[in-house]
């Protein structure tokens, strides 16, 4: 139900509503393209990843320590609620103040997506984990695919004219992630055992952290895993922080269109969640994930070449399409890619993990995602500054193939092992 309720964000604010809005409406166009307000957006969000990599990691040792990850998810569910509100308040030409609470919401977001992650490896066993994590991430894009569409047909287009009555997406995302995860606060139940405190929150956490940096070389799967999500997830943030901004700004979508291809990308996504959640019970988490990350590199390919391939098309068959129409059938591709690399993923680092440690380790998967997100946004921002946003999306496709090399030297059968091994030395 937390992934169910936290897409009313991620979707509202990052993909679909806001950052468009913010792009065209909050900054404007200042007669270059977009590209300075596409790099402030870049800047936002890349620093507030900047901080969960700061922090995440003594966030999960604490967590573990004190047996505390449904406390410190539910100060990060307050956090993301009431700064996504505030969203209301940021109008055209108020851009720091924009600029402000994108860093603050997405951060909370961010560290409240590893602590509901590092529940995982306790809701079932490891071979249960693929479908467990699929349903939950198909969950999450249904729960997208609700709150997302009631606010496209009930607030309309991303417009300038439509300003009063679309800068209520905020709201709305906030109200509906208010709502939508108190299930989990009432139900979820913290399974660890506390350590009595004989430090300070600062010192405990610094000593887990020195302490299971010293123990990744023992865990060396888990470490080689992490540099390729690192990569994997860098082409990811990508996409889903610029999609729709591209969508509007080089392909040149219509409204209809872009509703469209919100709802593609969500059932599309969904299904690939959940067929890849059986799929990788079956033939192994590693090999599933190897094949997500080759479907990607085709997608970001198709994204790239869209308006070139609709000429071609045109030309070559005598057809009358549009770019935005070819551009359906490249989001379902990119739909089926996205929820179900992002669910082995997370599966994968569950494997590796003893239960000991898994707020801690997640802490460091969301670290390794969020420097992705640094990188990854950082890096199209400026890259889409000098030769604009169409050439700089194939950053993604070099991403995902150094991701790919890195993982081929991943043992999954011996990376669980290793868990399980440090699990029977510590009882």
Not at 117 to 124: N, V
Request: proline letters at 3%; aromatic letters at 14%; charged letters at 10%.
């Amino acid at each position: 139900m937390f992934d169910f309720a936290n897409q009313a964000y991620t979707l509202l604010i990052i993909t679909v509503v806001f950052g468009e809005m913010f792009t065209t409406v909050i900054v404007g166009d200042r007669g270059d393209d977009f590209r300075l307000a596409n790099l402030l957006w870049s800047f936002a969000l890349a620093m507030s990843f900047l901080l969960v990599v700061l922090t995440g990691p003594l966030c999960g040792a604490v967590m573990d320590y004190r047996a505390e990850k449904k406390r410190f998810l539910f100060v990060s569910y307050l956090a993301t609620v009431a700064t996504s509100a505030m969203l209301y308040f940021v109008e055209p030409g108020y851009v720091v103040l924009g600029l402000i609470l994108i860093i603050i919401s997405n951060y909370s977001y961010s560290m409240g997506e590893s602590f509901i992650a590092s529940f995982l490896p306790e809701l079932g066993p490891p071979e249960k984990l693929g479908s467990i994590s699929g349903f939950g991430w198909a969950l999450g894009y249904i729960g997208g695919m609700v709150a997302a569409g009631f606010t496209l047909l009930v607030l309309g287009e991303t417009t300038a004219e439509n300003f009063e009555r679309i800068r209520w997406v905020g709201p709305f995302a906030a109200g509906f992630f208010l709502i939508a995860a108190i299930p989990t606060f009432l139900w979820l139940k913290e399974r660890g055992q506390p350590h009595p405190v004989s430090a300070s929150f600062t010192q405990i956490a610094w000593q887990r952290v020195s302490s299971t940096m010293h123990e990744l070389r023992r865990f060396r799967d888990l470490g080689l895993f992490l540099i390729s999500v690192m990569f994997s997830m860098a082409g990811v943030y990508i996409i889903i922080t610029f999609a729709f901004i591209y969508g509007a700004q080089v392909v040149g979508w219509d409204s209809t269109t872009r509703n469209l291809m919100f709802v593609i990308v969500q059932i599309t996504a969904a299904i690939g969640a959940l067929g890849f959640g059986v799929i990788q019970d079956r033939i192994g988490t590693r090999v599933t994930y190897l094949m997500t990350l080759v479907m990607w590199v085709l997608a970001v390919l198709a994204i790239w070449a869209t308006p070139e391939l609709t000429a071609w098309l045109n030309n070559s068959f005598g057809l009358d399409w549009q770019a935005q129409d070819l551009f359906l059938y490249v989001g379902c591709l990119a739909g089926l890619s996205l929820g179900s690399s992002q669910s082995a993923s997370r599966v994968l680092v569950g494997l590796f993990s003893p239960q000991q440690k898994s707020a801690e380790f997640f802490g460091f998967w969301g670290l390794a995602n969020k420097v992705a997100g640094v990188v990854g946004i950082i890096g199209i921002g400026l890259l889409q500054a000098v030769v604009g946003l169409q050439a700089s999306v194939l950053l993604c496709a070099a991403f995902f193939i150094i991701a790919i090399l890195i993982c081929l030297g991943v043992n999954q059968a011996r990376g669980q092992q290793v868990a399980r091994d440090w699990e029977q030395s510590e009882s």
